[in-house]
């Protein structure tokens, strides 16, 4: 019999969004995260983007409604982007 426990999706909700820049050297460009709170604290994950990726996360974050994390995937799922 095989195992099915590897083809379960497990999403969650972002209740939650924590964004960070630090800085790595002096004239070296800084480094973003975001920190994603999933449904009301059970979990969270930490994304790294580039600089780019991170002004494009912004907008979707500003102009979405609701956001899932698949923890498995490592995927943010975005939803009812205005």
């Known amino acids: 019999m095989a195992d099915d426990s590897q083809d379960l999706i497990k999403v969650r909700e972002v209740t939650d969004i924590h964004s960070n820049w630090s800085e790595h050297g002096s004239g070296e460009p800084g480094k973003f995260s975001f920190q994603l709170i999933l449904d009301d604290g059970a ?19 500003t102009a979405g409604k609701s956001f899932y994390y698949d923890t498995d995937r490592e995927v943010l799922l975005l939803r009812d982007l205005e």
Do not use: D, H, Q, Y
């Open 43 to 61: 979990e969270e994950a930490v994304i790294r983007p580039s600089a780019k990726s991170a002004k494009v996360l912004v907008g979707e974050f």
